[in-house]
């Protein structure tokens, strides 16, 4: 069940793009606050000019399964410092931070981090996972940001049978794929998919994921503050 204890490993999935789990779980023990956010790292693109960054909220509820987290992408242009924002289409991803989302979507997750560029910086791939408190479910979509077409795109495997996906980034064998692993909780060896801006999937037997740009550090890395 997600989650149910502070001592859950620090992604839901066992992403090798975590969420951040351990600041969700260490909210959830104190329950001090109404809200809490957090930033994520800033993802350079591979150019220089770009900062892709997340700014995830917690609303904390009384009743544990009622409580709603929700996110935003923004994309900055360093030159300029013109911010513009992404939303995924994903189920739980609607309307994030609107004062009533915790009575029309409550008890859901849904945390959007950035987790590669393409080689020429001219594509982002986010990751949004996406659960409900106290339930098994708990799945991955990929988003995919055109940037010289300003279009976004949430992706996830279609027609084959799976309870989880995990994004793992770029395809290596599929260019202009992403790549999820994908199967049944409880089943070992899950098979990789490469998925397409169509939703075209198309099962891979090897393939390795790819993931360009760099993390900033200091005073872009993450961060975590609260608020009554």
Known sequence: MIPSSISLSCDPLNSPHPVPWNWVMAALHERTVAFRYYRSQSLISPDG???????????????LPQSRIASILFIEQLETGE?????????FADNPFVADALVEQPGTIAMLIPVAWSEDGERLLAREFESKFCSSLASDFAVVWERRLNRTHTLAPTQIQYSNAVLLGWSQTCPEHVLFRAGQMGEENWPLYAVNTSGQTLQVGSDQPLAFGEYANGSWGPQGYSCA
């Open 83 to 91: 911010l513009q924002t992404v939303t995924p289409a994903a189920p």
């Open 49 to 63: 000019r770009y900062a892709a960054y997340s700014r995830i909220q917690l609303q904390l509820s009384p009743d």
